[in-house]
């Protein structure tokens, strides 16, 4: 029974937090009025911290930019599922857990509150369902987040105790 259901569990994971990352696109991405009240609220809290602008349209954390990010985490996690792009799915969580713990934050310690729409804070629960789902699968993923930064480490950094190749010289056409 553990062995299956840390079989599928990643699969069930993935596909969850990209489904809910997906439906909430319609939203963000064409400016129903919900999404508008929500990031209407932040960007007001942020003008009063001296940020005008951080949540609105072309601000940093817009709705368009925060959906962007779900669009990339919802890709990344489905991908991932595939047995050769496994790492991707590790990304996927990771990113989709950052945004989560952004959401969750912005519900508990902004004005924004846990019922922004007054819909029972069922806004609020799916995101810490999402956060609490996606932290699992980064968990669960650790080696291979491990492993990808180790690649990316080693692309961007040269080991100084590693030969070096002379490379040839370019040659100029005149």
């Not at 969850?16 to 991405?29: C, G, Q």
């Not at 064409?30 to 349209?57: K, V």
């Not at 609020?124 to 980064?138: E, N």
């Amino acid at each position: 029974m553990l062995s299956t259901l840390a079989r599928y569990a990643p699969a069930a994971i993935s596909v969850f937090a990209s489904l809910v990352f997906l439906d909430s696109l319609r939203f963000k991405f064409t400016d129903h009025p919900n999404t508008q009240e929500i990031f209407g609220r932040l960007n007001d809290w942020a003008s009063s911290l001296g940020l005008p602008g951080l949540f609105a349209h072309t601000g940093f954390f817009s709705q368009y930019a925060i959906g962007a990010a779900e669009l990339a985490a919802s890709a990344l996690l489905l991908v991932g599922l595939i047995p050769r792009f496994v790492r991707l799915n590790g990304l996927g969580a990771l990113l989709g857990f950052g945004v989560m713990s952004g959401a969750v934050s912005f519900h508990l310690f902004t004005p924004l509150g846990i019922d922004p729409n007054n819909n029972g804070g069922a806004l609020f629960m799916t995101a810490c369902l999402v956060w609490a789902t996606t932290l699992t699968l980064v968990v669960i993923r650790r080696e291979h987040l491990t492993g990808l930064a180790d690649d990316v480490a080693r692309a961007l950094v040269l080991d100084a105790t590693a030969p070096h190749r002379a490379s040839a010289p370019i040659a100029v056409r005149t």
